[in-house]
């Protein structure tokens, strides 16, 4: 499925529309895990603010790139932590997993968004869910959900 975002407003409407999908889903035996691709720029960050957002997360939310992961505790939802990722400086796998990523992997309570998977691909399972990001041009980017 494509959706295409002309504004920050519409891509917030796109990840509310993602989250509230992914509540009315049955329980997992270990962590929900979304990964998000796409170039510098694409609207990664902007599409968490969405879901950080619909998740009723009221602090300002920014891309993790320099601490790696921030966890967000959650109330009153079908996850207890939105968990939210950035592996653009990572160098290798093993850099997440010295931040507890096995735990917080296994943990079915845990929802996981992690941008740039690719860069940590052989740690990361292949059921989880792919959203692709693409600059359509200035003002408008297409979000692609597999």
């Given amino acids: 499925m494509k959706k295409e975002s002309r504004s920050l407003k519409e891509t917030e409407t796109v990840a509310h529309d993602f989250v509230s999908k992914l509540q009315a889903t049955n329980y997992k035996p ?6 998000l691709y796409g170039d510098l720029g694409a609207g990664k ?3 968490m603010k969405g879901i950080a957002k619909a998740f009723g997360i009221e602090e300002d939310v920014t ?5 790696i992961e921030k966890i967000f505790r959650l109330k009153e939802k079908s996850f207890e932590h939105l968990i939210h990722v950035d592996a653009y400086r990572l ?12 735990e917080i992997s296994e943990n079915p309570k ?8 690719e860069k940590v691909s052989d740690i990361l399972p292949k059921e989880m869910q792919h959203i692709y990001f693409k600059h359509v041009n200035e003002n408008a980017r297409e979000i692609s959900f597999e």
């Fill in 110 to 117: 845990n929802i996981i968004f992690i941008e740039w998977p």
């Fill in 91 to 102: 160098e290798s796998s093993g850099e997440l997993l010295n931040l507890g990523w096995k």
């Fill in 30 to 35: 270990k962590a929900t895990l979304v990964g």
């Fill in 45 to 47: 960050t902007t599409f």
């Fill in 63 to 67: 891309s993790p790139t320099f601490v």
